[in-house]
């Protein structure tokens, strides 16, 4: 299975369906079913983050963990525009990085799955069980 690491509380975030993009400086060619992994570290920037704590709530953060299962279906080159209209879906725009040139990583179907632990990697990785 393919799988990304992402920091928490991102993670988190899309398990629970609010994020629906992750914003990459890099883009990728794959398309399909994704599976999200938790780091072992939480993004610094989150105990700063007064709106971002208050999407996550009082959801538990996992560490090290597959959490949830989504559908990678396009990876979108940033523009002024596009970065606009994202600015009016207030709860997204909390979720990411947008800047012009970076790649905006279009998820469906997302999916709570039974965790598993193990260690993440940079990049798109195999998950062999």
Known sequence: ???????EPYATLIKMGV???ETRSWKTNYRGELYIHTSK????????NK?????VGNTPLSFGKIICKCELVDCVLMTESFIEKI????EEY?????????????????????????KGHLGIWNYEE
Do not use: H
């Open 41 to 48: 570290k939480v993004d610094p920037s989150f105990a700063r």
């Open 1 to 7: 299975m393919k799988v990304l690491s992402l920091k």
């Open 51 to 55: 709106p971002l704590q208050k999407l």
């Open 87 to 90: 600015k009016k879906e207030e």
């Open 19 to 21: 994020k629906k993009i």
């Open 94 to 118: 909390l979720c990411g990085i947008y800047q012009v040139g970076r790649y905006a990583w279009i998820l469906k179907n997302i999916e709570e799955i039974d965790e598993i632990e193990t």
